[in-house]
């Protein structure tokens, strides 16, 4: 089983991307706490279309095996990083067949003014691989340090994404049909560039109900989430939400793998300054 499972499961949507219909109501919002909204006095926060409490479920299949696990992503709240604020996001999995599991989760701190990841945590089990990374991010002086080795570097840009805060940021682009984004801020410099193709509109059924969609080919080219040769693509919701709907992908030796959005429940989006 290919090492990076996970990242493809996830790129092939949202870390394996809920109701009948998903309309954000009362019931849905996140009230932010009150420690949360100290921290962001004197910050313009990105306008968004996500927020504290926002949680998405998945189903992930396997091909012919159908449904073989889960997967979840969630905008857990507000944290500060480095005395900036930021989106702790989470991205988790779990699923596989007997004798080949993956147990994956991957966190992301995203500023919540400039969108881009101050800190990353990447703990994978899959099969009798393991691998945990944890980053802190400093864009202003483009440096990281890895606080699980003690390890130093250089980033490439001042405004880096990990695989996570990817997700999130694409979600906040205008991805118009028929056009490539080229994205040069991946942190890792053999990662760039990023290319982004908005291949169609479709309208697709997924457990959480029936969607419009638009469908994004991204690549990374690193092995991994969005890796070359994956054929990922991903679906999201074509409306201001731009939801994680459904990702599809093939993974060597594994074959078709694919998320489908099983349940969604709405966030609170901080006030601010549009991104687009």
Do not use: C
Not at 67 to 75: K, W, Y
Not at 90 to 97: D, F, H, L
């Amino acid at each position: 089983m290919d090492r990076n499972l996970l990242l493809r499961i996830v790129a092939p949507a949202v870390m394996l991307v809920l109701f009948q219909s998903v309309a954000p109501g009362d019931s849905l919002a996140v009230q932010v706490a009150s420690s949360e909204a100290a921290s962001l006095r004197g910050t313009n926060p990105a306008r968004v279309p996500f927020g504290p409490g926002e949680q998405a479920t998945y189903h992930v299949r396997l091909g012919a095996l159908g449904t073989v696990g889960r997967g979840s992503m969630h905008v857990t709240g507000i944290e500060t990083v480095d005395g900036r604020p930021t989106y702790r996001t989470r991205m988790q999995i779990s699923a596989g067949i007997p004798l080949a599991r993956v147990d994956d989760k991957f966190e992301s701190w995203i500023d919540v003014e400039g969108l881009f990841s101050r800190r990353y945590w990447q703990d994978q089990k899959e099969v009798r691989y393991e691998r945990r990374r944890a980053f802190d991010f400093f864009p202003e002086r483009r440096a990281f340090r890895r606080t699980d080795t003690g390890e130093t570097g250089t980033l490439p840009t001042n405004r880096p994404l990990d695989e996570v805060s990817f997700l999130y940021y694409v979600r906040t682009l205008p991805l118009e049909v028929g056009q490539t984004y080229t994205l040069n801020n991946y942190f890792k410099e053999d990662g760039n560039p990023v290319v982004l193709r908005v291949l169609r509109r479709e309208t697709i059924t997924v457990p959480a109900g029936t969607f419009r969609t638009i469908v994004v080919q991204p690549t990374i080219r690193t092995r991994g989430l969005f890796g070359e040769g994956g054929e990922a693509e991903v679906y999201f919701s074509d409306d201001d939400r731009r939801i994680l709907v459904q990702m599809r992908s093939r993974v060597r030796l594994i074959g078709s793998l694919s998320l489908h959005l099983q349940e969604y429940r709405a966030g609170a989006p901080l006030a601010g300054r549009a991104s687009r």
